[in-house]
Structures are given as structure tokens and as C-alpha cells.
């Protein structure tokens, strides 16, 4: 396969990978220390940053508001220190993972392919990534397969950040497009004005998005690409995605 065949037949990576997110027991998790589920998500989240600024957080993260950032990454950070609230958070979905995917046989493999693409990307301009990606991976295959779905989640997110700023596109801009029904949730009074030159942007974002990652997935063998796929397939239909 080529790669971009991979990335369009492992799309719902995405979803996988933020499953646990706003999950019923992540969310009981985060009450238990203190943190309701929007404020476990920042922590949680941004936390492989360390005790940063809440603009480092909207670098890292892009389309939220800035002020919404502020507001909740602050108070959410004097509940919990950051780095242990993302240690936590990641549980969350080894937990979710073994629950869901101890059943599924060849996830080994995804989970080989899925270190090898990740381990194939340098990582420079995408500290989210880099940051999730330098947290330690599980030893059991469930639970690890959940994780690298995770951290695959984030290194698109965060080079597609990379590209929607090397094509001009504010990341405001760029949630509009894709998500307009969201806005509100995301801190914004607004719908952000959104041009025909904007669309045309992201788009090609997108593309360049894919252009940037191909290097990684060519590094797969045939074999290992099929087992992504498989993998990303079987995670899905045992989440209901």
C-alpha cells in the first residue's frame, strides 16, 4: 500500500485514540482527584508539557480560545500537578484498552507498526506529540495498542497544526471550517468569519498534512501496513465506532 492509502484506511485512528477522553470512567476518574472532565481533558492532555503557560497549552493544542484556555488550564493545574494529571489521564486509556481489546488477536502487530511510523517521525515543531510520545508505552498489548493509537492521534493533529500555519490558516480559521457546529464549545461568542481563500488553505493543509507524514508510513513493510490496518479495523468495531 501506498502511503497515503494507509493514512485514508486508518482514519479512525483518530476517534480510537480519543475515545477514553470524555469517557464515564475517565470522567469519574478525574472527579476523584478533584477535576471535572473538561479540566481533566486540558490537564490531562497538555500535561506532558510540564507546569507551562496556558499559551504554550494553545500552541500545543490550537483551536480552542485562548482566554478559554487560560480560564480552565489555570485552575485546573492549582488542583494537580500537570505531569501527574497526564500520567493519570493516559491510564484512563490503558484501562479502556484492556477492556475493549484484550480479546482481539494480532494487535501485536499493530502495535509493532504503529511504534515503527511513530518512531519514524523526528518529532521538531510538534511538542504535543513529542511530549506524548516520550511517556512510556504499556506492556500489555491491549492496553499499548490503545496508547499508540493515542499518540498516532497526536502526531497528525500536531503536524496538521504545522500546516495549517505553513499555508496561513489560523487554527480558529480552521475549526470553523471543519467543525462549525462547535465553535461555542471550543470559547468562541462567534462563528470566526471564514473566506473562500481560507477553505482553499485548508485544504491544501490537508494535503500537506499527508505530505509531511508519507516519509513515515513508507517506512512500513507490507506486512506491517496490513497489520495497521487490520489493527486500526478491529480496535473500531470493538469501540463502536
Same mark, same amino acid.
Given at each position: 500500500?501506498?502511503?497515503?492509502?494507509?493514512?485514508?484506511?486508518?482514519?479512525?485512528?483518530?476517534?480510537?485514540?480519543?475515545?477514553?477522553?470524555?469517557?464515564?470512567d475517565?470522567?469519574?476518574?478525574?472527579k476523584?482527584?478533584?477535576?471535572d472532565?473538561?479540566?481533566?481533558?486540558?490537564?490531562?492532555?497538555?500535561?506532558?508539557l510540564?507546569?507551562?503557560?496556558? /499559551?504554550?497549552?494553545?500552541?500545543?493544542?490550537?483551536?480552542f480560545?485562548?482566554g478559554?484556555?487560560?480560564?480552565?488550564?489555570?485552575?485546573?493545574k492549582?488542583?494537580?500537578?500537570?505531569?501527574?494529571?497526564?500520567?493519570?489521564?493516559l491510564?484512563?486509556?490503558?484501562r479502556?484498552g484492556?477492556?475493549?481489546?484484550?480479546?482481539?488477536?494480532?494487535?501485536?502487530?499493530?502495535?509493532e507498526?504503529?511504534?515503527?511510523?511513530?518512531?519514524?517521525?523526528?518529532? !521538531?515543531s510538534?511538542?504535543?506529540?513529542?511530549?506524548?510520545? !516520550?511517556?512510556?508505552?504499556? /506492556?500489555?498489548t491491549? !492496553?499499548? !495498542?490503545?496508547?499508540?493509537?493515542?499518540?498516532?492521534?497526536?502526531?497528525?493533529?500536531?503536524?496538521?497544526?504545522?500546516?495549517?500555519?505553513?499555508?496561513g490558516?489560523? *487554527?480558529?480559521?480552521?475549526?470553523?471550517?471543519?467543525r462549525?457546529g /462547535?465553535?461555542?464549545?471550543?470559547?468562541?461568542?462567534?462563528?470566526?468569519?471564514?473566506? /473562500?481563500?481560507?477553505?482553499?488553505n485548508?485544504?491544501r493543509?490537508?494535503?500537506?498534512?499527508?505530505?509531511?507524514l508519507?516519509?513515515?508510513y513508507? *517506512?512500513?513493510?507490507?506486512?506491517?501496513?496490513?497489520?495497521?490496518?487490520?489493527?486500526?479495523?478491529?480496535?473500531?468495531h470493538?469501540?463502536?465506532?
Amino acid at each position: 500500500m501506498q502511503p497515503r492509502e494507509i493514512m485514508r484506511a486508518t482514519e479512525p485512528i483518530g476517534r480510537i485514540g480519543q475515545t477514553f477522553y470524555f469517557h464515564p470512567d475517565t470522567v469519574a476518574t478525574g472527579k476523584e482527584a478533584g477535576l471535572d472532565g473538561f479540566r481533566f481533558y486540558f490537564l490531562g492532555r497538555g500535561g506532558v508539557l510540564g507546569d507551562v503557560e496556558p /499559551d504554550v497549552i494553545h500552541a500545543a493544542f490550537g483551536y480552542f480560545h485562548v482566554g478559554l484556555i487560560d480560564k480552565v488550564w489555570n485552575s485546573a493545574k492549582e488542583r494537580m500537578a500537570p505531569r501527574d494529571a497526564a500520567r493519570l489521564y493516559l491510564e484512563c486509556g490503558h484501562r479502556l484498552g484492556r477492556a475493549k481489546f484484550a480479546e482481539i488477536d494480532g494487535l501485536d502487530g499493530f502495535v509493532e507498526a504503529a511504534t515503527q511510523v511513530i518512531g519514524a517521525v523526528e518529532g !521538531a515543531s510538534l511538542p504535543l506529540f513529542a511530549g506524548v510520545r !516520550a511517556e512510556p508505552v504499556p /506492556d500489555d498489548t491491549a !492496553a499499548a !495498542a490503545m496508547h499508540q493509537a493515542m499518540v498516532l492521534r497526536e502526531m497528525r493533529g500536531s503536524m496538521h497544526l504545522l500546516a495549517l500555519t505553513a499555508c496561513g490558516v489560523a *487554527s480558529p480559521v480552521a475549526h470553523a471550517i471543519k467543525r462549525p457546529g /462547535d465553535v461555542a464549545m471550543f470559547g468562541y461568542d462567534e462563528v470566526p468569519q471564514v473566506t /473562500d481563500d481560507d477553505r482553499a488553505n485548508w485544504h491544501r493543509a490537508e494535503e500537506l498534512t499527508d505530505e509531511l507524514l508519507a516519509p513515515a508510513y513508507a *517506512s512500513l513493510t507490507d506486512a506491517q501496513a496490513a497489520a495497521l490496518v487490520n489493527g486500526t479495523a478491529m480496535m473500531a468495531h470493538a469501540l463502536d465506532l
